[in-house]
């Protein structure tokens, strides 16, 4: 039997130091991105943080559409139900996604088909740290951390109860959402309750749905004209949570359901074959995706006087998801079921030194079976231990952490040889508060990721790639090493912030140089009509630079300028595919006593550097707009909104999304909504 250290509850009491609060409160976040109760404007770490109602205006259906508008960050789609974030060019593994500081332990990173198992509607803020936060998470956060907060196990006790409900309709696909949450408090006792419904049909687009540059001349495919076939879908989704507080700490426990069912954009072959007039040789392809989760999670503080807080949590998931090629008739069965926890004490200060310890350990059994199997299932075990410390100097904090990981992949029944890996990341970092509106930020470290197992194991054993099993629902034979090493990284981040009276702006700079870098590489070989994608390992380095600007103009007017750009590129074979191209955006605010409007634009430059086999996309503009409203009566409010969505109808492709050349992004919407609060 598998052996899972867990934490006697005697002794572990305490989570790892998230708190959501109330902006209206005048409290802050205790970020994830240290664990030392600092504001982010405290550390020299790339912190973003949606929160209440900047988050509820940017919210969307994915988390990487909701994310799209940050610095840094882009949305990687693959059909509308299918959204990955992707921080400064990197994508699935190297960012870890988390629910209140937990990994989803989804299928997510495993493939750019597979939806994220969270909901943003639903949190209570994201935060997102961009760059290597391997310290606190492991090595497979080399890219970034995307943390999203909610309410389902309560750190404090509210006041009152709280209800909301919100509805909401999208014209574009006929998207129409239902959301509810309530939270009761009964004594020391909280007990929270969330739900969501989502509805949507094809996805209406400007043009045609594939791309000019693969039609041949006089080739023309009149059914995929202004929508996306085989793009529909619907999403249940609902928690319930109930958390015992008093004024040292709290014990929660919380469950959570998902069922997800969407199609997937239909791919070249299928395509080709109907222009051709012939008949598709599969059906379409949906993924029928349900998830159980469990949480425990306990805090309490000053339990010793060397002790400041002690926090531990527990979670279980049960993931899994079909690929449906046509009535009764699934083709891969994708699961994933996972053990968590993680202990982290925080050290009470001594000698001006203020730190974490923790441990954090992982036990999952994870691949893909049936018709079309071409991941064997595996067992994974991780167990990482990490400490950070930091001091503050009057006008300089320093931060220096270090942690060591052991990763473990045995494939079951010697379907594949096991692989073991030892890794170890540190870092270092300044803050130096130059004088009252000049900060500059200095962050150095080392990282070390273990190869994800389809890197290692997809398609293992093939003689000829005529043999290769076809991931039917990315349309490609993928194929990976189990001889891959371990990749590692050198990091440099740069950053001045300045803030004057109704003026603030930070500019950053960063870049990344990996040695032995893993990269799914088109290769321009096809089986059966679909592209060859392998995984290789090549050095590369990233680099690249964000703006944000934000300007209080007046007590109504502010304005936001915000723009990054980045380069990946591989030290022998060109660009590293997939790279988001240059952007700026500009965003005009107004806000008055019940209302508040809004008008975006955002322009993205050509991507002319897509990779080997990879398609250019064209440059964008895109304008949107919108305005709400707040009709209070006694202790309730109704807000009312409205926004039109890209109101150009321009003709987006997204260079992140492998289907930029089959599935472009929405045309122009019609978003309506009210939302009751209580």
Known sequence: MRRFFVVPATFALGVCGISTVNAAENEIYELITTALHVRSSATALPVTVLANDDLHAAAKATLGDTLASQPGINNASFGPA??????????????????????????????????????????????????????????????????????????????????????????????????????????????????????????????????????????????????????AGSTNNWTAGSSWVNSNGYFGLAVSRLDNNYGLPVGAQAIFEEALAEEPEEEDVAIAMERSRYDLQTQWHELQPWLETLNYKLSYTDYAHAEIEGPGIVGTRFSNESWQQRLQITLTEMAGWHGVLGLQDSMEEFGAVGLESFIPVSDIDSRGFFVVEDYHFPVVTLE???????????????????????????????????????????????????????????????????????????????IGSPDFKQESSLNTDFSVALGYEKFATTFTVFYNDFADYIGQITTGAQ?????????????????????????????????????????????????????????VGLDLN???????????????????????????????????????????????????????????????????????????EAGRSLEVGVRYRL
């Open 82 to 231: 299918v959204g990955q974030v992707v921080i400064r060019g990197q994508s699935g593994r190297r960012v870890m996604n988390l629910t209140n500081s937990m990994s989803n332990a989804d299928a997510s990173g495993n493939s750019a088909d597979h939806a994220m198992t969270v909901e943003a509607i639903l949190a209570d803020a994201i935060e997102v740290l961009r760059g290597p936060s391997t310290l606190l998470y492991g090595g497979g956060a080399i890219g970034g951390v995307v943390n999203v907060i909610d309410r389902r196990i309560a750190t404090s006790l509210p006041q009152e109860a709280a209800f909301a409900v919100e509805t909401r309709h999208a014209t574009a696909a006929d998207l129409n959402t239902v959301v509810g949450s309530l939270d009761v408090p009964t004594g020391n006792l909280v007990w929270h309750f969330d739900a969501l419904q989502r509805h949507w049909n094809d996805l209406e687009i400007p043009a045609f749905a594939v791309d000019r540059a693969y039609l041949q001349p006089g080739q023309v495919v009149p059914t995929q004209a202004g929508h996306i076939p085989n793009s």
């Open 400 to 478: 220096i952490g270090a942690r060591g990981n052991r990763d473990v992949y045995r494939p079951q029944h010697g379907a594949a040889p096991s692989r073991d890996f030892a890794t170890t990341s540190f870092s270092a970092s300044a803050l130096w508060d130059v004088s009252e509106p000049i900060t500059l930020g200095l962050a150095l470290s080392a990282s070390e990721r273990a190869p994800s197992i389809e890197e290692l194991y997809s398609n293992f054993g093939l003689t000829s790639t005529a043999d290769c099993v076809i991931h039917l629902a990315t349309s490609s034979c993928e």
């Open 527 to 583: 089986v059966q009509g679909r592209p060859v994608r392998l995984y290789q390992q090549l050095d590369a380095s990233f680099a690249g630079i964000e703006i944000d600007t934000n300007l209080q103009i007046n007590d109504v007017v502010s304005l936001r300028l915000f723009g990054d750009v980045m380069r990946g590129k591989f030290a022998d074979a060109g660009a590293v595919p997939r790279m988001p191209p240059a952007r």
């Open 590 to 664: 107004l806000e008055g006593s019940q209302w508040t409007a809004f008008l975006s634009l955002q322009h993205a430059v050509k991507q002319n550097k897509p990779g080997d086999f990879e398609l250019v996309t064209n440059a964008y503009t895109r304008i949107d707009a919108g305005a709400d409203y707040t009709f209070t009566t006694g202790a309730s409010e109704v807000l009312v909104f409205v926004k039109g969505l890209n109101l150009g109808n321009t003709e987006i492709r997204l260079a992140t999304s492998y289907l930029r050349g089959f599935a472009p």
